[in-house]
């Protein structure tokens, strides 16, 4: 339960920080959606990065920490543009 508390918030702060630091315009992503990406992006940069270098660093990890966000603004930015997409159809 925690576990998932934790995804929750921290894919909360990853995605809003995905979404400002996205370029364009990624208004138009509902903050759900921005959450999920956050959530996605805090796993998928966190694989990622696990697979580049070493799994267990001491200490707070930054580098991995800027993957996550990376990884949340190329999702975030994925998103607002297929549902600007499908609002044009």
């Not at 759900?32 to 990622?48: F, N, Q, S």
């Not at 200490?59 to 190329?74: K, P, S, T, Y």
């Amino acid at each position: 339960m925690l576990t998932l508390l934790w995804a929750l918030v921290g894919g909360a702060v990853v995605g809003l920080l995905g979404k400002l630091l996205a370029p364009g315009d990624p208004d138009d992503v509902p903050v759900w959606l921005t959450v999920l990406c956050g959530v996605a992006g805090v796993y998928l940069g966190d694989w990622l990065y696990t697979r580049v270098w070493d799994a267990y660093t001491p200490g707070l990890d930054w580098w991995r920490h800027a993957w996550q966000i990376a990884v949340a603004a190329a999702l975030v930015v994925a998103v607002a543009n297929l549902t600007a997409s499908r609002r044009a159809h």
